[in-house]
DNA sequence: ACAAAGGACTTTGCGGTGCAAAGCAAAAAA
DNA sequence: TTTTTTGCTTTGCACCGCAAAGTCCTTTGT
């Protein structure tokens, strides 16, 4: 990875790279002013700890903003992604997409077939 | 990730989930002989110390096949991706897949849109 | 009023791992 | 013969994800 970094797979952002903060962006991708820690917790299926840790990894690359409230007399935490955040994360997301085709170009070539996403990963993308 | 592992996102298997080890990988699967040891370093552009440890990560993980052998009087190391390694790393691919119409959707649905992959990631996938 | 239980997180400990640098053995070059 | 290059493997360390334990407050019995 070192000796050319200008591939694709260079951009694979670590921050993003890890299953449980890919999980927690993606979630906060469909929000617009954020979620709760707990809420966040059960929608990604996360322990308390893990996604505490996970939050402060992504506050500290400033992908998030943590807001601290109360709502009646207890704690609560809001989680909402920072403009920096969804930009950053967009462009993994592209940057995943293109390991993506990569890997379905080099399997179609082995097939002799012509390269096609669709063939390669099923019906799903016909929506798009 | 532990409380409901049915989630597209677990399936994400740690063994591919690594940059490096997506990159070696994605240029297996388009060979059918394998790779020998510099050339599959000079095209992921990894150091030496890297792939060979990376790859005794892939074999001990039986994705990979590694045949020692001789050109001329030079020790010459050959990668080949198994049938289980192929296989494996398909469903890993298919996964990451949802991972990104998972998000696309997210995305889509943020801005009140129909779920477009292509609108969201680009052109690219006009060829599919 | 007091104790026990529950909620909302944070901190700790550790096992695992990616990476670069160092090491090693053989062959080629000087 | 000494040096350099090739083709790897091993070592050391710093980082990190994860579960378990801990903290602090509130609510619910009794």
Redesign the interface.
């Known amino acids: 990875?070192?000796?050319?970094?200008d591939?694709p797979?260079?951009k694979?952002e670590r921050i993003f790279?890890e299953?449980?903060r890919?999980?927690i962006?993606?979630?906060l991708?469909?929000?617009?002013d954020g979620v709760t820690f707990t809420d966040l917790r059960?929608a990604?299926?996360?322990?308390d700890g893990?996604l505490s840790r996970h939050l402060a990894t992504l506050e500290r690359a400033k992908a998030i903003r943590i807001d601290k409230s109360f709502a009646g007399h207890r704690p609560q935490t809001t989680v909402c992604l920072s403009q920096q955040g969804r930009d950053d994360f967009?462009a993994y997301?592209?940057a995943?997409?293109?390991?993506?085709?990569?890997?379905?170009?080099?399997?179609a070539?082995?097939q002799g077939r012509p390269?096609?996403?669709?063939s390669?990963?099923?019906p799903?993308?016909a929506?798009?």
């Open positions: 990875m070192s000796r050319n970094p591939n797979y260079s694979l790279h299953p449980a890919l999980i962006m993606s979630q991708l469909g929000t617009v059960d990604c299926g996360l322990t893990n967009m997301l592209q995943l997409e293109a390991v993506l085709l990569d890997a379905a170009d080099k399997v070539a082995r390269a096609s996403l669709r390669l990963f099923g799903r993308l929506r798009a």
